[in-house]
């Protein structure tokens, strides 16, 4: 009925994702839940399920048995899908499947946002107006303790790409600017694209990082032109990409060369759209005008025509009118469907799709199959279900997955060991020092850019002359190498003040080292080797037999150390 990799067979949802072309040899598939319907349509369009002829009626053959994932592939399902992940989290996937996982996530209901978190905390006191107080505790609480872990990973996959970072926020009550900017990433890490595109735009963390808030319309008296920071950024970094795409993100090309998506005459057309745009109060006793969107002044804003991208908006059109027309053009553009499924797929799967997933992704952007586009909830299922996330051969191949990025290392330490702070206080702090922590800290990028660019390539290197990209390794060479081991060392052991890891159930199996590496090994999702895990045992047991914790810490660390969990595949 099926040959190869089309043996996947798909979910309601939609049919199943189909290899790509290239260099696909029929890999054998990774089982996945079957949705009964869904496997007796499959059925019936193979041929089965009639009677064959003769005029008589014969039952339709059973569904075939619901297959579901075992622990190593529920475990690397939520590498890609969450910031970590408990025993609990595991056998939740492998008891009830992908599909039936992220519907439950899709429906969880957001727990408490970091700005009502900062609120509670008493953070919102003129004691906190001109320091970041509370901002860290925040970010790292939910990405750790949040039961929304989907939308977590999600949120975090899109503050890579549309970038706020506190330093950059000249405000005061900036915790809470950055925090209220995070929180639109996450509400709408489900929700429409074009919806975001319009929430990030009005959002004052936004306006005070892309430096528009308070633009003015040009003088010609002074020869002062509208700031066109955010303009720039809004198609170079959000929405369209430098370069025209194909449909499955490869460049268009001209004669050979690629050709451009924007020139500065768009540039400066765009920059005239965001004039006028002003918090919506002066107060600023309290940090509340930060969280509500920002408002147009007529008095400000650019009266003429505003020309960019082959869209005209007419002269006279007010502030608000402005601003939906121009997010709506850029939005039907060809380059965001394709320019947005890349970014997602590598952050959360692979840092080198093929060509063929991302056109499926892609065109799921464009179509969620009832005719809506920039779904970002049917985006994501997509990439997570695609036959190039869940094909364990596929994953064994030397271009698939991705350096795992140090946030996530930490998040999937904690997640896995039950890391929690009883204070409620979260002392884990800034981790962007790349000479004693990670190198990353969850809203502290210094750059729009992010801590890495999406098309980095380590220069000199196996990676560069493959053609392939590897961004995570921005932020990687030998200091924050050492660095990282250095302080998760201290972590795993230590903890940071009462944030400390749970061990008691993992100690159970410190006296049988192959026990112990093997359940370290599923619960981080390492995937490791015969020989790494060899190792590991061997340095476990090199520990006393009655020094249980050493014993526990000995093949944590040496784990979070090793290549196969440092690459996520």
Not at 156 to 183: C, E, K, N, S, T
């Amino acid at each position: 009925m099926v040959q190869g990799s089309a043996a996947i067979t798909g979910t309601e949802e939609g049919p199943a994702p189909r290899v790509p072309d290239e260099a696909r040899s029929d890999p054998a598939p990774a089982p996945i839940t079957i949705a009964p319907l869904a496997a007796t349509l499959a059925l019936a369009a193979c041929g089965g399920g009639g009677s064959g002829g003769g005029g008589g009626t014969a039952s339709a053959p059973p569904p075939p048995a619901i297959v579901l994932p075992t622990r190593a592939q529920a475990a690397r399902f939520l590498g890609q899908a969450a910031m970590g992940s408990s025993r609990a989290d595991i056998d939740a996937v492998a008891g009830q499947g992908y599909a039936a996982w992220l519907d439950a996530q899709f429906a969880m209901a957001r727990g408490t946002s970091h700005w009502d978190w900062l609120v509670a905390g008493g953070y919102g006191t003129a004691a906190s107006m001109n320091n970041q107080a509370g901002f860290d505790p925040v970010m790292w609480r939910q990405i750790i303790a949040g039961g929304d872990q989907l939308r977590q990973r999600v949120g975090m996959a899109l503050l890579d790409f549309l970038v706020v970072g506190i330093d950059g926020v000249d405000l005061p009550w900036r915790q809470f600017a950055v925090a209220a900017y995070v929180d639109v990433l996450m509400d709408g890490a489900f929700g429409n694209f074009r919806t975001l595109m319009q929430n990030i735009s009005l959002n004052p963390a936004m306006g005070y990082y892309l430096t528009f808030a308070g633009n003015r319309r040009a003088n010609p008296a002074t020869g002062s032109v509208p700031d066109e920071n955010y303009a720039r950024e809004l198609m170079q970094l959000f929405t369209i990409g430098l370069l025209k795409l194909n449909a499955d993100g490869t460049p268009q090309t001209n004669g050979g060369v690629p050709v451009e998506t924007y020139s500065q005459d768009d540039i400066s057309g765009l920059a005239r759209v965001f004039t006028g745009w002003n918090l919506d109060s002066s107060d600023n006793s309290t940090p509340d005008r930060l969280r509500r969107p920002m408002i147009n002044n007529a008095s400000q804003h650019e009266t003429g025509a505003k020309t960019f991208l082959g869209t005209n908006i007419p002269a006279g059109t007010a502030g608000p009118q402005s601003l939906s027309l121009a997010l709506d053009a850029i939005f039907a553009h060809a380059n965001v469907a394709p320019f947005i499924s890349k970014q997602l797929i590598q952050r959360l799967v692979t840092s080198n799709p093929p060509p063929a997933y991302v056109a499926r992704i892609s065109a799921v952007f464009e179509n969620n199959g009832s005719g809506v586009r920039g779904d970002l909830k049917a985006v994501v299922r997509a990439i997570l279900m695609d036959v190039e996330a869940r094909n364990d051969a596929i994953a064994g191949t030397s271009t698939a997955g991705k350096l795992r990025e140090p946030i996530m290392r930490l998040t999937g330490w904690a997640r896995a060991f039950g890391a929690s702070s009883p204070s409620g206080t979260w002392p884990i702090g800034d981790t962007s020092s790349s000479s004693t922590r990670l190198a990353q800290s969850p809203g502290r990028s210094q750059s729009v850019f992010n801590f890495f660019r999406p098309g980095y390539t380590p220069p000199n290197s196996a990676i560069a002359s493959a053609g392939l990209v590897a961004p995570e390794f921005q932020i990687t060479n030998e200091p924050s190498v050492i660095a990282y081991v250095n302080y998760m060392a201290a972590l795993v052991a230590n903890g940071s003040g009462d944030f400390r890891a749970d061990y008691t159930s993992i100690s159970a199996l410190a006296a049988d080292s192959g026990a112990l590496v093997d359940e370290v090994d599923i619960l981080l999702g390492a995937g490791l080797g015969a020989a790494t895990r060899a190792s590991i045992r061997g340095a476990v047991d090199s520990v006393a037999a009655g020094a249980t914790a050493n014993r526990v810490y000995t093949a944590i660390l040496l784990t979070l150390a090793a290549p196969e969990y440092l690459v996520q595949k």
